[in-house]
């Protein structure tokens, strides 16, 4: 699978693009919509338990950035966290993770988002109902209460087209791909910006403001006894924070990848995680914790109870008035067209390390001889991604994405212990954070949440982890196929 020298890709990311794809992937539709969940689920512990979710998230998305820093500077590499667990551990490690990144983690996620997107351009264009006018069947998913109907409507549809044309747009070129993608993180970023300074300053209602601190604390134990139940709220939180790996996926791609994308990582991610937590701060500026459930305004029904959970649009109509819904819904459209172009870009290049070790598609290991980029997987991606619309579901998408993502968040910070003791002699131009006792840490965290989630969201965690199995007897009849092949 050898190709003519200089035929590879093109190292068209600069430093602001790689962190722009780091913050453009976090940024999605999360933020505006878990925070009502999470509140439910720390009710007992109040405003405080809130925060204490989002400030917990984002300190271990900073310490697994921090610890990526040294495996993205030393392995450069097209696939990025694909090669960290392929060459750290084993090449099955690495299967397993880009078969369930293919199956759900970022198929799932660019589907989930996008099926989001519709869900808010129909705000603004009513006739994208998500009635199924072409029914194609329905499927109980394990979690669900009810069975969910398979099929094509206005609003699925509009998500798939908008899959179609962010695949295009990237097949065209990775500067095209990355410049969109750059600039329309720039428009959600200074967007929830704003959101965050007219709660913190401009709009701050002193009466709600003033409650909620009266009842920071709320009436729940504050002792060891509630960490399981902030680590099963923590799933939205961390599917909010998710993808920032995504940029290492790209690393060929990046310019000066030894410099850029350490720096991208770090300051990507910590710009997001005190962005979210602020956001939250702002919500509880505006709105009660708690709230009636029967409320007729969204200041009335508050961050717990808000309509569809839209949390973010509450705060903004509790602002600005009856026409901050139209707002907030504008905001959420270009924030999740800007995910799905870092999501839709970043993933092919995966399936494009793993069709290089004939371990996929042989196809998705070449690149366009015109645009280097590598378009099966684009078009590979798309498909599946479309298919998964299909089901017009996006919490219940989410929750099977989360636990394999912690997973392979865990497995890849070990093979950042690995390279160290088996590869001591590969040049390492940065360190990774407080190494060995943050990143030790980081797992040891991962590990528990791991726990928590397989015991208090059995329904949602099990079938994640059924995925990644999965691909055990996927991995060993693409092996045996290639071996057979390969026979003289």
């Known amino acids: 699978m050898s190709e003519p020298e200089g035929a590879g890709f093109v190292r068209g990311i600069g430093p602001w693009q790689a962190t722009s794809l780091v913050v453009g992937t976090m940024i999605g539709s999360g933020i505006f919509i878990v925070s009502a969940d999470i509140g439910r689920e720390v009710n007992a512990w109040g405003p405080g338990g809130l925060l204490l979710v989002w400030i917990i998230t984002g300190i271990m ?3 697994g950035a921090l610890a990526y820093t040294e495996l993205a500077a030393m392995i450069p590499k097209a696939g990025g966290q ?14 397993l993770y880009g078969w369930t990144l293919f199956a759900v983690i970022q198929t799932g996620t660019i589907a989930a988002v996008a099926v989001a997107m519709a869900k808010y351009l129909a705000v603004f264009i009513p006739s994208l109902s998500d009635t199924i006018f072409l029914p194609l069947g329905h499927i109980h998913l394990p979690g669900a209460a009810d069975a969910i109907p398979i099929g094509m409507s206005a609003q699925r549809l509009v998500a798939i087209i908008s899959i179609v044309v962010l695949t295009w747009i990237n097949a065209r070129g990775v500067k095209l791909g990355a410049g969109v993608q750059t600039f329309l993180t720039t428009i959600k970023f200074i967007a929830l910006a704003m959101l965050v300074i007219l709660g913190l300053f401009l709009f701050r209602n002193v009466q709600i403001s003033s409650a909620n601190h009266a009842h920071f604390w709320g009436t729940g134990d504050w002792s060891f006894a509630m960490l399981p139940v902030v680590g099963a709220a923590m799933v939205g939180s961390l599917f909010s924070s998710d993808s920032w790996n995504n940029v290492t996926f790209a690393a060929a791609e990046v310019r000066d990848p030894t410099k850029n994308l350490p720096r991208a990582l770090a300051l990507g991610t910590i710009a997001v995680s005190l962005l979210y937590i602020l956001a939250n701060v702002a919500y509880l500026n505006v709105l009660p914790f708690a709230g009636d459930p029967h409320g007729t305004t969204a200041v009335a029904r508050g961050i717990q109870n808000a309509a569809q959970d839209r949390v973010g649009a509450a705060a903004v109509e509790a602002m600005l008035g009856s026409a901050g819904a139209l707002v907030m819904s504008g905001f959420i459209v270009i924030s999740t067209l800007g995910c799905n172009a870092g999501l839709v870009l970043s993933g092919p290049r995966v399936y494009y390390a793993m069709a290089r070790d004939r371990l996929f598609f042989e196809r998705a290991g070449t690149l366009h001889a015109t645009y280097r980029t590598p378009v099966f997987g684009l078009i590979t991606q798309a498909i599946w991604a479309s298919i998964l619309c299909l089901s017009g579901t996006y919490n219940q998408l989410l929750d099977y994405v989360i636990f394999a993502s912690v997973l392979f ?35 040891v965290s991962l590990a528990a949440l791991m726990v928590v989630l397989l015991s208090k969201k059995p329904l949602y965690t099990w079938p994640g982890l059924v995925i990644v199995a999965l691909g055990v007897p996927v991995y060993l009849l693409w092996r045996r196929g290639t071996r057979a092949v390969s026979r003289p």
Do not use: H
């Open 409 to 443: 968040y865990c497995l890849t910070t070990v093979s950042l212990f690995a390279f160290r003791i088996r590869r001591p002699d590969l040049p390492r131009p940065v360190k990774a954070f407080g190494y060995p006792i943050v990143p030790a840490l980081y797992i």
């Open 82 to 95: 694909y090669v960290f667990l392929r060459d750290g551990l084993n090449p099955l490690a690495g299967f």
């Open 61 to 63: 998305t900073v310490a």
